[in-house]
């Protein structure tokens, strides 16, 4: 049983690290794209990149997890034949839905398009629906390989589709720009890349399916109740899970649909003006998912922990983990937005070029700290078997995003989405936290440690505004800039994280479960 379990646990440990690069890569290259198309074609990026988001989601977070949990229990049954059937329906059902949003796409694709209120995206929209009749083949194999707890193959494929995908897009694109055609042109070329990528998914997991053990064929005749048990398992649980990780892509999909038009509508200098304003307005996309891929990867490591503790009923350990998950999403949280918020300008400049922007994208990061508590708590709570909790806690951030881009986007432009942004998330942390109490009732949070937190915040804010003071008259160039960015991000962290550790926010065992703990340790002489 020990044995099960450590393997459960490196397998878990793979797939967080191959998150987590993943999620970093999908932050990072959008700087260098940015920087290639200018902010008009990353507005056409950005409108069109939820789509993709969806699919990722689909094939990555969702069905993968539905069908391993549908394998595993028949291998613990020590079923073959139930495996087969397993993979035969989920496989059918999974191509027709890949079938339905990929014709609903390709068709509607003009329509969408002008409901997005650009008409030049619908190519772009077309060829990104090619992705869904990818992510069929994708989601069945890396749930296959989940199943029987070999990790491996979804976290080389996962990797080698990120690297292969932003390289193509960063490729396609300059070669595309530098020969003299349009933005949209260079957002074609992303598209391009995109799918690029989820083919390298799908070549890498054939190869590891090609190796597989047990290879041999089993013909069975699937009986009509079980194979409905199964749609409906995976139709109700596959929605479940790809609704709650997709929180961080149905935000900006909703600015894809509202923004444009209500910034065409208010400025009244045309839509390629408003198409700027987006484009400006979406450098916070990278901004925002830079400061939560720590958060989003260590909530995936969660769920089997928090799983656990639930099972076997340990009251003790499920508060203990849940307030450590709790004392970790605040510290990151806050230190990411506010060391955000404090360095925005150099930031922007250091990324893309200019400092446009600069005040709406300060408001934008605040949404970070509301981020990282969201998902860490709604982990908890999927982990806890409150998945429909997560679920509502996605539309409440839908639903409070679209009212306030309404309400604020035609009075204060940028400034109005990018409240609307941050209170959306803020709306869904605390739906969701009000919601883990009422789970908890035995759950005590000590409430000590925010004074502390919030102490080293305001050092941290303190120095950085006296750091800003002393050099902002110093230059202006992108160069300079860089460097101040770096310094102040170095200066921000060393004095957050010496307060932190000082104020013993964390103990000692504590420390060394998180990564770098032991270096940190160090940090804490003799207490």
Same mark, same amino acid.
């Given at each position: 049983m020990k044995l099960q379990e450590g393997s459960i646990w490196r397998g878990t440990v793979v797939l967080t690290i191959a998150a987590f690069v993943t999620k970093l890569l999908s932050a990072v290259y959008r700087?260098?794209?940015?920087?290639?198309?200018?902010?008009?074609?990353?507005?056409?990026?950005?409108?069109?990149?939820? /789509?993709?988001?969806?699919a990722m989601s689909l094939s990555l977070y969702g069905y993968p997890v539905v069908i391993s949990k549908l394998i595993a229990e028949r291998i613990a049954e020590r079923d073959q034949n139930g495996i087969t059937s397993v993979l035969q329906i989920s496989f059918l059902?999974?191509?027709?839905?890949?079938?339905?949003?990929?014709? @609903?796409?390709? /068709?509607?694709a003009k329509q969408l398009a002008i409901w997005m209120g650009d008409g030049q995206l619908a190519p772009l929209i077309r060829l990104l629906s090619f992705s869904f009749l990818l992510f069929p083949f994708i989601a069945l194999m890396r749930g296959y390989f989940q199943g029987h707890n070999h990790m491996m193959p979804t976290a080389v494929s996962q990797v080698g589709e990120q690297l292969v995908r932003v390289s193509a897009i960063l490729f396609l694109s300059y070669s595309l720009i530098t020969s003299g055609y349009d933005v949209y042109a260079g957002g074609t070329a992303a598209m391009t890349g995109t799918l690029a990528g989820m083919v390298t998914a799908l070549l890498l997991l054939t190869a590891f399916w090609i190796r597989r053990e047990n290879r041999g064929r089993i013909h069975i005749k699937i009986k009509s109740a079980e194979a409905r048990s199964i749609i409906s398992y995976l139709f109700v649980k596959g929605v479940i899970i790809c609704v709650t990780n997709m929180v961080l892509t149905l935000i900006p999909l909703v600015d894809s649909f &509202?923004? &444009?038009s209500l910034l065409g509508e208010r400025g009244g200098e045309g839509m390629e003006h408003a198409k700027l304003l987006k484009g400006i307005y979406d450098r916070g996309q990278p901004l925002i998912q830079l400061g939560t891929v720590v958060a989003t990867s260590f909530s995936l490591a969660l769920v089997p922990l928090i799983s656990g503790a639930k099972k076997h009923r340990s009251d003790q350990f499920l508060c203990e983990k849940?307030? &450590? @998950? &709790?004392?970790?999403?605040?510290?990151i949280g806050l230190g990411a937005s506010l060391g955000l918020i404090c360095l925005i300008r150099p930031i922007n400049i250091m990324l893309f070029e200019n400092d446009l922007g600069s005040f709406s994208l300060a408001i934008l990061t605040a949404s970070v700290f509301f981020t990282t508590l969201a998902l860490t708590i709604s982990a908890l709570l999927?982990?806890?078997?409150?998945?429909?909790?997560?679920v509502a806690g996605v539309f409440v951030a839908v639903a409070t995003k679209s009212v306030l881009n309404y309400l604020l986007v035609p009075a204060l432009g940028m400034i109005g989405a990018a409240i609307a942004t941050t209170g959306s998330y803020a709306a869904m942390a605390c739906f969701l936290y009000i919601a883990l109490r009422k789970k908890l009732p035995f759950y005590a949070p000590q409430k000590n440690y925010i004074y502390s937190v919030v102490k080293a915040a305001a050092a941290m804010a303190v120095v950085l505004r006296l750091y800003a003071l002393l050099v902002e008259t110093w230059d202006d160039s992108r160069l300079f800039a860089v460097g101040e960015a770096l310094g102040g991000v170095l200066l921000g962290a060393v004095t957050y994280l010496a307060i932190v550790i000082k104020e013993h926010v964390f103990s000692e065992q504590e420390l060394s479960l998180l990564p770098l703990g032991n270096k940190l340790r160090l940090l804490l002489g003799n207490r």
């Open positions: 700087v260098p794209y940015q920087n290639i198309v200018g902010d008009v074609g990353f507005y056409i990026y950005q409108q069109v990149y939820p /789509i993709y988001g969806i059902f999974l191509c027709m839905l890949g079938l339905l949003i990929f014709t @609903s796409l390709y /068709i509607g &509202l923004l &444009l849940t307030d &450590l @998950s &709790l004392r970790v999403a605040l510290v999927q982990g806890m078997g409150y998945e429909w909790i997560a």
